[in-house]
């Protein structure tokens, strides 16, 4: 199965990450020329050995914060006044972080300010990137002719999935070719091909790059003969489940069948060393979060006092189904009303208080969830736990909604940067897309990604 795992960074956007590395390298060394000329007899011992780790502590922490901020994102929707906000907060992150791991280190900061002259210039010189990026259109470098080879219910669903232009920027639709036994109810806008050529033919003649395969019939439906010769001259074939999870990051739950699942790469069954990789990780991260947020906790506790009353709860628990479907009690920061459930379960968005909105939205409320870490129930990266009330219902209405218990729960997870706070059966059913994707392909690099792009919810504030 050819290209179907998910690019989040597309390629005029890996061009686009080797021409700021370029760019971020060269202020690098004009700021280190300029110090070394104010100051000669300071300069020469970071020469003999420390060159290296100046330039490391300069340039990795700002593309890492351009990375968390969404600006590589393929597709990122921002105006560019707000590409230049990110870029700002990318660039006072990064010099935060070196700074922090300066403090923390026997590493002896280079003299004058030229780490503050040269963020400066990094900031200045990557809007001005971007600037010229945008004009040039980078997002549109490498964009594929798509032909879908069908025009019914199930080719509807890229139409449904990628309206936006956002959605299609990684490739060019050329249109629906409409086959025998496709539904009526199908296409509505995009452009439907009535073949009166052979589909070799009409893909040569267009230029096409790939047919997706969505034909709602395809029993001795299919032009096999057709889409093998195209094979053979370099046309990619490509079944519409393949498509839809390479551009959208997601798996379309309500087309996916049995044996899809089966020949298909991904969900690996159990390695115990990534378990245990996974242990060390997590507690790790654990320790060092806690001991960074420990005075947000305090703070937040605090505010849920003033609010409710001394008497009120700063914590609570709740039952939540976690790896295998074995209930465990998730502690949170309580951001609902003390009666808000008096009349039995409900969803994530009534009874919250002024404080539990504003915890919710900086995803505060799951700071204390840092202790269910350390207990081993749940990792930093995995689908969102759900109380046992809503799983026993879903499981019963959303197919392969039980899969999503076959990795332990995380605090964060794939779903949540791509899907907001959900309330309805046909939120969870969008979430379980993401989150089966996400035990398809998980890794330890999808993890990493997860945990820093996790950051640009929290700084803007996109936790509801």
């Known amino acids: 199965m050819a290209r179907t795992r998910f690019h989040d960074i597309h390629a005029g956007t890996q061009l686009l990450f080797v021409a700021e590395l370029i760019l ?23 020469w003999e050995g420390q060159l290296l780790l100046h330039f490391a502590l300069f340039v990795l922490p700002i593309q890492i914060s351009v990375l968390s901020l969404g600006l590589y994102n393929r597709k990122m929707r921002e105006t560019f006044r707000g590409i230049i906000r990110r870029m700002f907060v990318s660039v006072a992150l990064g010099y935060f972080i070196s700074t922090a791991i300066y403090g923390l280190t026997p590493a002896e900061v280079l003299p004058g300010n030229v780490r503050e002259w040269s963020c400066l210039a990094a900031f200045v010189a990557l809007t001005s990137v971007r600037y010229f990026a945008q004009s040039l259109r980078y997002q549109h470098l490498g964009r594929q002719r798509v032909l879908v080879l069908g025009a019914g219910e199930r080719a509807s669903i890229i139409e449904r999935r990628m309206r936006r232009r956002s959605d299609r920027v990684s490739f060019d639709l050329v249109g629906f070719v409409k086959m ?5 109810k199908g296409i509505e806008s995009d452009p439907i091909i009535e073949l009166n050529t052979s589909l070799e033919a009409y893909v040569f003649e267009h230029k096409v790059d790939e047919i997706v395969v969505a034909a709602d019939e395809r029993r001795s439906n299919l032009p096999v003969d057709s889409l093998f010769h195209c094979k053979l001259h370099g046309v990619e074939v ?45 507690t790790t991260l654990a320790l060092f979060v806690l001991a960074l947020t420990w005075p947000f906790m305090l703070l937040t506790a605090i505010c849920i006092k003033l609010e409710d009353g001394f008497r009120a709860p700063i914590l609570y628990k709740q039952e939540r189904i976690g790896l295998n479907g074995k209930p465990f009690n998730i502690v949170k920061f309580r951001s609902m009303t003390t009666d808000a459930e008096k009349h039995g379960a409900q969803m994530a968005v009534k009874g919250v208080t ?4 504003i915890i919710r939205k900086y995803r505060i409320d799951e700071l204390p969830q840092l202790y269910n870490v350390l207990r081993g129930e ?8 759900e109380r046992p009330y809503f799983v026993r219902e879903l499981v019963l209405s959303i197919p392969y909604y039980n899969q999503r218990h076959n990795v332990k729960p995380g605090l964060t997870g794939w779903a949540q940067l791509k899907y907001p706070y959900g309330s309805t059966e046909e939120d969870s059913l969008e979430k379980l897309k993401f989150d089966l994707y996400y035990i398809k392909h998980r890794s330890f690099l999808l993890d990493l990604l997860i945990l820093l792009r996790t950051l640009e919810i929290v700084i803007f504030g996109k936790g509801i």
Do not use: C, H
């Not at 971020?24 to 970071?46: H, Q, S, V, W």
């Not at 002024?354 to 909105?357: K, Q």
């Open 354 to 357: 002024r404080v539990g909105a």
């Open 180 to 184: 025998r036994g496709d539904s009526s």
């Open 24 to 46: 971020l390298t060269a202020i690098y060394l004009i700021g280190l020329e300029a110090d070394r000329a104010y100051y000669p007899d300071a300069i020469p011992k970071y």
């Open 378 to 385: 749940m990792g930093f990266v995995g689908p969102r736990p």
């Open 238 to 282: 490509t079944d519409i489940l393949d498509f839809i999870e390479r551009e959208t990051g997601q798996i379309a739950v309500n087309l996916i069948y049995p044996s899809w699942v089966i020949y298909s790469n991904g969900f690996q069954s159990t390695n115990y060393l990534r378990n245990a990789f996974d242990w060390t990780f997590n």
